[in-house]
Nanobody, 121 residues
Framework: QVQLVESGGGLVQPGGSLRLSCVAS????????MGWYREIGGSQRRLVAS?????????NYHDSAKGRFILSIDNAKSTITLQMNNLRPEDTGVYYC?????????????WGQGTQVTVSS
């Protein structure tokens, strides 16, 4: 099992910055991917940024996050940070920390409790 606890959300003006942090505990060593998703108005959660650890590692960003957001994960897979810069009103939503473990036939998803980000003047 893996437990994820987020922090760092809040209200910020357009153009401002926020730093989201997620502390992971439990069986983190075997995780294959970690990242952040955003949920807007109870709809489906959509990827913001993720990092896959296989084959030297690869970080993937949603097009809207490229050039503005930076995903960081420590070597122990215990802390996931999303630095969000130049925030826009459309970045508003509940941000969820995510971790995934793959087998040949299944993907196990772990989620944090979510943290609200509101971008508004």
């Amino acid at each position: 099992q893996v437990q994820l606890v987020e922090s760092g959300g809040g209200l910020v003006q357009p153009g401002g910055s926020l730093r989201l942090s997620c502390v992971a505990s439990g069986s983190t060593a075997g995780l294959d991917k970690m990242g952040w998703y955003r949920e807007i108005g109870g709809s489906q959660r959509r990827l913001v940024a993720s990092h896959a650890f296989a084959s030297g590692g690869h970080t993937n960003y949603h097009d809207s996050a490229k050039g503005r957001f930076i995903l960081s994960i420590d070597n122990a897979k215990s802390t996931i940070t999303l630095q969000m810069n130049n925030l826009r009103p459309e970045d508003t939503g509940v941000y969820y920390c995510n971790a995934q473990r793959f087998t040949l036939t299944t993907t196990t998803m772990y989620w944090g409790q979510g943290t609200q980000v509101t971008v508004s003047s």
